[in-house]
Structure formats: structure tokens, C-alpha cells
């Protein structure tokens, strides 16, 4: 079996920062590309960031030059640093794997956005 585990969410002003984890196991990141994706209450499930096995990186337009996504395989983590956080951007953000046919999700992890 496949874990994901997400942490570092948590409550933070507006213009602050935060930076997410998802540990893995069985050096998971170190052999598949991974994503980063967010779900708002009473909204679909939103593409993030994704990062490849070369390292390579993609953002949605809503984080794009304020989210960065980061591996370090030596320690099978895979990070979301959030800069200039919103409002907006407060949701459950998850980290995701696809392997093979499936596709493996972590628990989530809150992140709130308020004065």
C-alpha cells in the first residue's frame, strides 16, 4: 500500500506563508511525478502544482508565481511552499500520486486564510 500524509496547514493571515508536506512511502517521489491539489467547501476539487521525476514543475493560473513546488527524494517528501496566500486559497489541499492505473490520495490538510 501506498501512503500519502499531509501536514502544515494551519491559519494564517493574508499575504502571509505557509509550507505543506506530504511524506511517502516506499520512495514513492523519487520514482513518479506528484501533485498538490485543493478542494474548497461547496467547490470541485482544484489542480494545484505537479512536479516530475526530472524536477520539472507546472502551476495552476490561480497559485502561478506565488506556490512552489519542491521534492527532496532523499527524504521521500514532497513540499508546497505558499506564498502570498489568499482567502482564496483557503481549502483542504491534498498531495496526489498516480501510479500505474491508480491513483493515491493523502487525508488533507486544512489551510484557512483570515484576518
Known amino acids: 500500500q501506498v501512503h500519502l500524509v499531509e501536514s502544515g496547514g494551519g491559519l494564517v493571515q493574508p499575504g502571509g506563508s505557509l509550507r505543506l508536506s506530504c511524506a511517502a512511502s516506499g520512495s514513492i517521489f523519487s520514482r513518479y511525478a506528484m501533485g498538490w491539489y485543493r478542494q474548497a467547501p461547496g467547490k470541485q476539487r482544484e489542480w494545484v502544482a505537479t512536479?516530475?521525476?526530472?524536477?520539472?514543475?507546472n502551476y495552476g493560473d490561480s497559485v502561478k508565481g506565488r506556490f512552489t513546488i519542491s521534492r527532496d527524494s532523499a527524504k521521500d517528501t514532497v513540499y508546497l511552499q505558499m506564498n502570498s496566500l489568499k482567502p482564496e486559497d483557503t481549502a483542504v489541499y491534498y498531495c496526489?500520486?498516480?501510479?500505474?492505473?491508480?491513483?493515491?490520495w493523502g487525508q488533507g490538510t486544512q489551510v484557512t486564510v483570515s484576518s
Open positions: 512536479i516530475t521525476i526530472g524536477g520539472s514543475t
Open positions: 496526489n500520486v498516480n501510479i500505474d492505473l491508480l491513483a493515491f
